[in-house]
């Protein structure tokens, strides 16, 4: 199994671009999450989906941020204006199905810079 | 809200240590436990976890006991190596919706 991938692995980019991660969760799983990690606000839920249907983004920090699940096998994270305080690690995750002793399958991040 | 807090790090140990890293949680109703592990440039992985009170979860000699009296989930090992040297989460799940909510890390160091 190839587990979580996500792309880039890095991302430089200049404030007001238009930032998009991707997410390929492993195949089968039904439940998608989008953390963000820093250093002062360690790991935070940005928004998770369940059979490809939003169910929790109250983590979504403004309306600059937004993410799709079109299908099972894809999932985006869209930042748009960009700013600096943007710059983290953006972890996608994804658990075989929504319950409260499933565990999460993390993809090894995107170091997002944003100068 | 539901919340997780963990001691602080950095934690520096000499290797065959003994290690304790706290957890203690907030939550309403009966929530899954876990510690996961972040090792540098990876995503988290999952280390052990335990689903109702008094379980015992434990996985490559690490061992973490829900008590749901403390509302704690410590961590322990009883002989750290060089290669544990990570970041340790503490993380619940099966409140509000089936999210994992993470505790900030902490940061472990064992020296040869």
């Known amino acids: 199994d190839a587990g979580v991938i996500q792309s880039p692995r890095h991302e430089v980019t200049e404030m007001g671009q238009e930032v998009t991660l991707r997410c390929k969760p492993i195949s089968g799983h039904n439940s998608l999450f989008w953390y963000r990690q820093t250093m002062m606000r360690g790991l935070e839920l940005l928004i998770y989906?369940?059979?490809?249907?939003?169910?929790?983004d109250s983590g979504m920090p403004e309306d600059r941020f937004s993410a799709k699940m079109p299908n099972a096998s894809f999932s985006t994270l869209k930042i748009q204006p960009s700013e600096p305080r943007d710059s983290a690690v953006y972890f996608c995750?994804?658990?075989?199905?929504?319950?409260?002793?499933?565990?999460?399958?993390f993809g090894s991040g995107t170091q997002l810079s944003v100068l | 809200g539901d919340s997780v807090t963990q001691m602080e790090g950095p934690v520096t140990l000499s290797e065959e240590a003994f290690l304790t890293i706290n957890c203690t949680y907030t939550?309403?109703?009966?929530?899954?436990l876990f510690w996961y592990v972040q090792y540098p440039g990876e995503g988290l992985q999952l280390l052990l976890k335990?689903?109702?009170?008094?379980d015992k979860g434990s996985n490559k000699g690490f061992e973490a006991t829900y008590r749901k009296e403390t509302t704690s989930f410590h961590l322990e090992k009883g002989s750290v190596q060089v290669s544990d040297s990570a970041v340790y989460f503490c993380?619940?799940?099966?409140?509000?919706?089936?999210?994992?909510?993470f505790g900030a890390g902490t940061r472990l160091f064992v020296k040869a």
């Open positions: 995750a994804s658990s075989p199905r929504e319950g409260r002793n499933e565990k999460l399958f």
């Open positions: 989906f369940n059979n490809n249907v939003p169910i929790d």
């Open positions: 939550a309403t109703g009966y929530p899954s």
């Open positions: 335990a689903t109702k009170a008094d």
């Open positions: 993380a619940l799940s099966g409140t509000g919706g089936f999210k994992t909510i």
